[in-house]
């Protein structure tokens, strides 16, 4: 099937075989995250109290997605925002690691010789179908045929090198160093940034001879360990300190389970070999046991490794209130935790916007002066939040998302940039007319200061309604402002009649302050308007 007569076809049999290799698995696990993604994390939620179930939940996710990487960093989003316990967590990642190494059982069974057909069958269910969860199947199968044929050319390419006198010598002297080789096994994996990548290269080097069952193994337990440096580094940089404990408790484990098994290794290539099984086999079954053993010891003792991450990784003291807190972007990869982190942060938006406009109305009384500058501080606050929930939202991969995530990141748009003029509103135009009625020693009138407070507040509890429903993704509380939507504008004409009356009978006070009155009922008048457009988008009527 392949050309293996010069150096130059056997290099590109096995750069060739890496890329398909590499791209297989990506598409696995973006397809599998678009059609079982949404239904993964509420069943990882709902079953994070109850260890088995959350253990079999890990295992199932990661079976489907083949990307432990992702479901780390989806237990890391649903960790930091409190909806899964620290501990149950761990035990979803244990059951991620278990549920990593089935597709290395399937390599095992010398099955590439269906990966046409399996390819074939794939492309033609995903291109006979629309946007729907059975394309993203199509898409999977298409890309686990493509994992098939990656593996079939890094047969093949590495028959020749396998038959090489020089090739042989190098891996009978490495044989001798096992941690050497286990480094080498961690080096792959994190270049690979994907553990199934890496062993099934191995489980092919070892099928085809070029690899001896001890340098087998300690290439596999290397890779292990090496799979879940891609969510530590980052973690130890930045994010959140749920974050950093999950990723140290994963590599910890994992670490502490290659370190043993290296001490072991020749008795246990020993008790593998008597199992009469080939070489690939030998590899799957390692594999497979290695994470098995892992979770039987660290399952028990999820509570007291959560207790002892929290010791060695306090949550942070901070006074800085200012800036992005929750914007990770290695949950960029799995839309669902990205959305949800954006969401966290516009909340944090909606309390700034929600203070601004219950400290606006006091900036008219009398000892209300310094008012206006703490009110420009939270509008920059709220100005980066924008800009930097925009950044991490546009970055996000259309093609991983969705349609209704593609709809949500629309409307958080939409949302961010009224929230933002909401505190435009307020800072630059509200705060404005305080200034004009202090700088001018103005007065409004006792009615038509009642007025301005009562249409205030009114404004106030209408803005808060929108929020909740933006907090809640509730859309009948949305509707429900809809509703109230007229009323607020027959509010304002009245208000705005009794002001005229005022002025009519030539009440002093009135008079003066006219112009700043109607400015007010206006400036809030627009702030009504863009909760309306907070409503709309949360009814989904964008």
């Known amino acids: 099937m392949f050309d293996t007569t010069t150096p130059t076809a056997v290099l590109g049999l096995l750069v060739g075989g890496v890329l398909l290799l590499l791209y297989g698995v990506r598409l696995i696990t973006d397809s599998m995250q678009r059609a079982a993604g949404a239904r993964l994390r509420r069943a990882m939620m709902a079953l994070a109290r109850r260890p088995l179930a959350a253990f079999g939940v890990g295992v199932l996710a990661t079976a489907l997605t ?91 390419g590495s028959t020749p090198i396998a038959a090489s006198h020089v090739t042989a010598e190098v891996l009978r002297s490495l044989s001798g160093a096992p941690v050497v080789l286990a480094l080498v096994g961690l080096i792959l994996a994190m270049a690979f940034a994907s553990s199934a990548a890496a062993i099934g290269l191995v489980l092919v080097l070892a099928a085809s001879g070029a690899l001896p069952p001890v340098a087998a193994l300690a290439l596999v337990l290397g890779a292990n360990v090496g799979s879940t440096m891609t969510a530590l580094l980052p973690a130890l940089g930045g994010g959140t300190a749920a974050g950093r404990r999950l990723a140290l408790i994963h590599t910890g484990t994992k670490l502490t389970g290659a370190v043993i098994a290296l001490v072991a290794l020749n008795p246990v290539a020993m008790l593998l070999s008597s199992m009469r099984l080939d070489a690939a086999a030998q590899v799957a079954v390692a594999h497979l046991s290695f994470n098995l053993a892992l979770a039987a010891i660290f399952v028990p003792l999820a509570a007291p490794l959560a207790r002892l991450a929290g010791a060695l990784i306090p949550d942070r003291t901070t006074s800085v209130a200012a800036g992005p807190r929750y914007l990770d972007s290695e949950a960029l990869a799995m839309p669902a935790v990205a959305l949800g982190q954006a969401t966290r942060e516009i909340l944090r938006m909606t309390d700034i916007v929600t203070e601004m406009l219950g400290l606006s109305i006091h900036a008219f009384e009398d000892g209300g002066a310094a008012i206006p500058a703490r009110i420009d501080t939270l509008d920059d606050q709220l100005d980066d939040l924008e800009a930097a929930i925009k950044r991490y939202l546009t970055q996000l991969d259309e093609d991983r998302m969705t349609e209704e995530q593609a709809h949500r990141e629309i409307a958080l748009l939409y949302t961010i940039t009224d929230l933002e003029e909401i505190g435009d509103i307020i800072d630059k135009q509200i705060m404005r007319l305080a200034r004009r009625k202090r700088r001018g ?54 208000f705005h009649l009794r002001h005229l009356h005022r002025l009519r009978s030539g009440l002093p006070p009135s008079v003066a302050s006219s112009a700043i009155h109607l400015d007010l009922l206006d400036a809030m008048s627009r702030v009504l308007s863009h909760a309306s457009n907070i409503a709309h988008a949360v009814h989904g009527d964008l």
């Not at 780390?72 to 501990?87: E, F, H, K």
């Not at 269910?125 to 199947?137: E, G, K, Q, S």
């Not at 249409?455 to 809640?472: D, G, I, P, R």
């Open 66 to 156: 083949q990307s432990s990487s992702a479901i780390s960093s989806l237990l890391v989003g649903l960790a930091s925002a409190q909806l899964v316990p620290l501990s149950a967590a761990v035990v979803m990642v244990l059951g991620a690691n278990v549920g990593s190494t089935l597709v290395v059982q399937l390599l095992a069974f010398h099955i590439t010789d269906y990966a046409v057909i399996l390819a074939g069958g794939g492309a033609a269910i995903a291109m006979a179908t629309r946007r729907t969860a059975l394309r993203d199947v199509g898409q999977a199968l298409f890309g686990f045929g493509l994992v098939l044929l990656g593996l079939a050319a890094l047969q093949t």
């Open 441 to 494: 020693q103005l007065a409004f009138s006792d009615e038509g200061w009642n007025d301005l407070i009562s249409y205030h507040s009114e404004v106030t509890a209408a803005l808060q309604q929108a929020l909740a429903a933006l907090a809640a993704q509730d859309p009948t509380i949305a509707a429900e402002f809809l509703v109230r939507k007229t009323r607020f504008a027959q509010m304002k004409r009245q």
